[in-house]
Antibody
């Protein structure tokens, strides 16, 4: 069983929107602080943002390049994490991973590719 | 923001020989709960990142014991006791002690 499975990636035009999902299993999702990380082609890893557990406030934080354009949310009843991406630009082209970085242990998904191109 | 600095950025190692990667953070990675949120990831060519070590020295399930992590505060090390062919890839340290979380630049491990 794979703990984190991302979906929703694809090709989108500049200025467009996309919503990614991350289905979690095998751990107590509702207690986990969840994050999105991305990796542009041939580049290193870049943090996108995180959402805390609801018991810890459920607040979100975002990296500067995506703040105001991306929104992270969670549905604990469905064990699912979301990333709503608006006003997409070519520089947002990347594989997007969901992860539980501070988990005990931490988990990483397999990623979903988002390509922003006209 | 916490800056993570890895050295070396590239490492050429003979099969069966040890390898070591250093990671230094610009601030302490100890959180208020007393834990140090420093993980090591391995990314093989064409693969997603995989957790090797978490919270400095805990090996993820299934990770061979030739991998070990050590360190404290701001200085951390990943060691491979005897490099095998399957260890080729890029290794990243990452901190989740303080947002924005951050990664080292990555160390490219190749076999000589």
């Amino acid at each position: 069983e794979v703990p984190l499975v991302e979906s929703g990636g694809g090709l989108v035009k500049p200025g467009g929107s996309l919503r990614l999902s991350c289905a979690a299993s095998g751990f107590t999702f509702s207690r986990a602080w969840m994050s999105w990380v991305r990796q542009a082609p041939g580049k290193g890893l870049e943090w996108v943002g995180r959402v805390k557990s609801k018991t810890d406030g459920g607040t979100t934080d975002y990296a500067a390049p995506v703040k105001g354009r991306f929104t992270i949310s969670r549905d604990d009843s469905r064990n699912t994490l979301y990333l709503q991406m608006n006003s997409l630009q070519p520089e947002d082209t990347a594989v997007y991973y969901c992860t539980t970085p501070g988990g005990n242990p931490p988990y990483w998904g397999q990623g979903t590719l988002v390509t922003v191109s006209s | 923001d916490i800056v993570m600095t890895q050295t070396p950025l590239s490492s050429l190692v003979t099969l069966g020989q040890p390898a070591s990667i250093s990671c230094r953070s610009s601030q302490s990675l100890v959180r208020s709960d007393g834990n140090t949120y420093l993980n090591w990831l391995q990314q093989r060519p064409g693969q997603p990142p995989r957790v090797l070590i978490y919270k400095i020295s805990n090996r993820f399930s299934g990770v061979p014991d030739r991998f070990s992590g050590s360190g404290a505060g701001t200085d951390f090390t990943l060691k491979i006791s005897r490099v095998e062919a399957e260890d080729v890839g890029v290794y990243y340290c990452m901190q989740s002690a303080q947002f924005p979380y951050s990664f080292g630049q990555g160390t490219n491990l190749e076999i000589k």
